[in-house]
């Protein structure tokens, strides 16, 4: 029997009880969605200017970065220097958004001017930011390294002379990925435009109360994005890798781009881009993998920093398991079909979608979610996977284009929703199949935690430049895994070896003990699946005796026992572990294990001792000679941003303009008339302007007509 999909509207904010206020908010909403973006023009001298409808034109500086990493066994350290040129007579500060690893643990800071150079200090965020301020008042060169997410970071670098060129040197420690015997390393180069839900201002109006929003950092998190119909790719990226794997290579490669390898000996290697400098517009992955036969079972590592020990172990469980009985399944798929999935991204995760229907067992149920603004499901409730069913979902799927905005929390939490709690004998899954960009991602988070139950959920990042953050910690807390596909050419690949994670016996119950006192992390163990490694990471006074790891794979017990004596040297090992504590407190915080107050103490004290960038921790140089005459203004201007490879700029803004969203300020004149309405700025994947306008004019219509009868029954 076939089904029409069912359609669910994200959730109603209900009329507001004083209804002259309600439709005032939402004409006032709708205004300010519908602002003008930012646009960019080449000048005669081919510099990129940035407009906003008025404000005065502002060039931005040009900038260049270099990313310069050593992986050594299990971690990654890391140098990227970007370079600010002021190519204008004025003096100018430049804001930079751009993307880290979200497990990046951002450790040191260096302001170059010249042969200067100035090391940053790791303060309180709002003390970094108040000296940060100061020091531009007072025209002395400064930058200031803050984190808006755990992938996400600006740069403010302040008093750039004219024709001037500046550098701002970070680096940062990292885990390198290990998944199916093959290793990854992963560096964003762009942060793509992110979706960030309106505050429920109509609501918070009628019901008297003040509505969190959503996204309060909002402007935080946005910069003006180029059209690449209209400009040339901007900021420039060179890179190279001293890899040192520790262990004999195979095959060294890159799925994203042209890389020439070089052979230093039969465990190192030397990777640089074969075009030199590219564009920021993608992730750029590096795989690699060990000679057959020379695959470590177990990676054990130490270091010694400030008087105690920190301990790495990164353990793969046996790939084959004794045969257990395969269990029938529920698996809801999710896919986004929003405007930030125009392009390529649509088209892979159609692709990956049908693939995971095609690997359906009889015996399995299924439904399929897609969602932009609103949400749709294709069954009232799973259906059996038979001939029939399977396809009406390909033909539902064939059809989906992608447009509007990307409201990820009403489909997540209806695919979380389990009408069937109690039923034994069933897994139940979710396959979520997005780009993930979104700004709520702390909802998101927050409602897995609470709804999640017995379900498991499977991130599947699509397109160049998915959001690294919100996919893993998502599948961190949905108790599954986390997939990325960047290309077609990935689909049968990647959604094969997910999909045999999913049929594959789970490694449950896992403990790690270790036979001395030690600060461990993880908090909570997490299940794993086929090919997945653990890793523990831990602190203690001296890394002796043993670690313990026990579990189940298939219903059998598993256990193995590692003598920390036979630990390897091993680098950064120390800020790998101080930011998976941090993690785990944001964790802590997000699940409602610990309060706020007792998580932000944990974090400030672990970012404070270990000089790491957080969200309550900011780098910052500042000179110590002011630079800038005084009188002189200094102009302020956000550097644009390419649109990740494969995006449709027109599916994703709705708009022919060259550049959006705006944030644009001069020092010394009133921010009102440069800066966005601070409440609502422009969305980021698509507007429903016309819907709010229309909405709002028909409230205040009713709402006048009321009054006028109220006025003749008087």
Known sequence: ?????????????????????????????????????????????????LRREGAAPVEAPRLRADAAITVSGPTARATITQAF?????????????????????????????GDRVIVADI???QAARRAYEAAKAEGKAAALTEQQRPNLFTNAVANIGPGETMLVQITYQQSVRLSGGTYALRLPTVAAPR????????QGAAEGAAMPDPVPDRAKIEAPVLDPARHAPVNPLTLAIDLKAGFVLGAVKSATHAIRVEDISQSERRITLVDGATAADRDFELTWAPAPGTAPAIGLFRERVAGAEAVLAVVTPPAEAAPAPALPRDVVFVIDNSGSMGGASIRQAKASLLVGLDRLRPGDRFNVIRFDHTYDALFPDTVTADESHLAQAKTFVAGL?????????????????????????????????TDGAVGNEAQIFSAIAAERGRTRLFMVGIGSAPNGYLMRHAAELGRGSFT?????????????????????????????????????????????????????AARMPEAKGTLTIT???????????????????????????????????ETARITGRLGPEAADAAILRLALDHGLTTRLTSLVAIDATPR??????????DLPLNLPAGWDFEALFGTKSEAAPPRQRRAGLAPARYAAAPSVPLPQTATDFELRALAGLAFLGLGLLMAARRRRLA
């Open 123 to 125: 303060r309180e965020r």
């Open 484 to 536: 990325e596909i960047r290309s077609v050419d990935q689909v049968s690949e990647r959604m094969r070896e997910l999909l045999v994670k999913l049929e594959s016996p789970v490694v449950t119950d896992l403990t790690a003990t270790f036979s001395e006192a030690a600060d461990a992390t993880p908090a909570q163990m997490p299940d794993l699946y086929r090919g997945e490694p653990v890793t523990v």
């Open 401 to 433: 284009e992608a447009s509007g905005g990307t409201e990820m929390l009403a489909p997540l939490k209806a695919a979380l929703q389990d009408p069937h709690p109690d039923e034994a004998g069933r897994l139940r899954q979710v396959v979520f199949l």
């Open 551 to 585: 579990g189940r794979i298939g219903g059998q017990p598993w256990r193995t026992v590692l003598n920390l004596d036979g630990a390897a040297e091993g680098a950064g090992i120390g800020k790998v572990w101080a930011r998976a504590k941090i993690a785990d407190a």
């Open 628 to 637: 800038r005459p005084e009188g002189q203004r200094l102009v302020r201007t």
């Open 85 to 113: 040129r002021n190519t204008t007579a004025e003096w100018v500060e430049g804001t930079y958004l751009f993307p880290l690893p979200e497990d990046a643990a951002v450790d040191s800071m260096k302001l170059v001017i």
């Open 1 to 49: 029997m076939s089904h029409p999909p069912v359609s669910s509207p994200l959730p109603s904010q209900g009329l507001p009880r004083n209804l002259l206020i309600g439709p005032l908010v939402a004409i006032i909403l709708a205004f300010f969605a519908g602002g003008q973006p930012a646009r960019a023009e080449e000048a005669g001298s081919g510099a990129l200017v």
């Open 195 to 202: 979706y960030s839900p309106a505050p429920p201002f109509v």
